[in-house]
C-alpha cells in the first residue's frame, strides 16, 4: 500500500533554511487523483497546514508562511519537497507530509519528522 | 480564514461510555468537507472520517460524524481502551485548509 516517508536535517540554525523531502512508495506521484501535502505541529500544540503540490506543479501555501515557503515535486523520483526559509525558533516543530484527495482528504500521512531550529 | 473550535478541551470518560465531541467552524464549511482525525503520541494523526460522516477504510462502526454547516459531531460508542487519544477536526472546502485545537479524550 501506499507509503510516505519525510526526510531532512533534524536540526536547522536560525535564520537558515529548512529542507525537507517526502519520499513516495508503493504508488505513483503523478496520479491526477491527488494532492500531496505538508502539516507541521509544534511540540504540544495543534496541527497547520503549510501548502500542498499537484504533481504539475499547482502550488497552495497558507498564508501566514507562504512568504518563505516553496514546494517542489520531483516525478522522476517519486518525491516532493518542502523548503522554508529564514527559520525561527516558531518553526520548530514535528513536520508531516500527507496525501490528499479532494473529497478524502488528507487521508495517508508519513510518520513525521521532528525538525528544531536552535544554534 | 475559517476557525475551528472544538470542545471540550478535555473529556474523561470510562471504557465502554460514548463520546461526543464537537467542531465549531467560523463560518460555513464548503460542501461539508469536515474531517476527522485520531492522533496518539508520538503518531501521525490517522484519518477517522471525512465529507463530515463518511468513514474512512478500516476504521470501526463505532466511530460517527454528523453536522453540517457550521457545527459538526464525532461520536465515539461504546469506547475501546485504544480510543483514549487526541482528536482532531479540520476543514478542507477551502484554503487555508485549517485544524481545532483538538479534544483530549482521557481515562477518567
Not at chain 2, 14 to 27: H, K
Request: aromatic share 12%.
Amino acid at each position: 500500500q501506499l507509503q510516505l516517508q519525510e526526510s531532512g536535517p533534524g536540526l536547522v540554525k536560525p535564520s537558515e533554511t529548512l529542507s525537507l523531502t517526502c519520499t513516495v512508495s508503493g504508488g505513483s506521484i503523478s496520479s491526477s487523483s491527488y494532492y500531496w501535502g505538508w502539516i507541521r505541529q509544534p511540540p504540544g500544540k495543534g496541527l497547520e497546514w503549510i501548502g500542498s503540490i499537484y504533481y504539475g506543479g499547482i502550488t497552495y501555501y497558507n498564508p501566514s508562511l507562504k512568504s518563505r515557503v516553496t514546494l517542489s515535486v520531483d516525478t522522476s523520483k517519486n518525491q516532493f519537497s518542502l523548503k522554508l526559509d529564514t527559520v525561527t525558533a516558531a518553526d520548530t516543530a514535528v513536520y508531516y507530509c500527507a496525501r490528499i484527495t479532494v473529497v478524502e482528504a488528507f487521508d495517508i500521512w508519513g510518520q513525521g519528522t521532528m525538525v528544531t531550529v536552535s544554534s | 480564514e475559517i476557525v475551528l473550535t472544538q470542545s471540550p478541551g478535555t473529556l474523561s470518560l470510562s471504557p465502554g461510555e460514548r463520546a461526543t465531541l464537537a467542531c465549531r467552524a467560523s463560518q460555513s464549511v464548503i460542501s461539508n468537507y469536515l474531517a476527522w482525525f485520531q492522533q496518539k503520541p508520538g503518531q501521525a494523526p490517522r484519518l477517522l472520517i471525512y465529507g463530515a460522516s463518511t468513514r474512512a477504510t478500516g476504521i470501526p462502526d463505532r466511530f460517527s460524524g454528523s453536522g453540517s454547516g457550521t457545527d459538526f459531531t464525532l461520536t465515539i460508542n461504546r469506547l475501546e481502551p485504544e480510543d483514549f487519544a487526541v482528536y482532531h477536526c479540520q476543514q478542507y472546502g477551502s484554503t487555508p485548509y485549517t485544524f481545532g485545537q483538538g479534544t483530549k479524550l482521557e481515562i477518567k
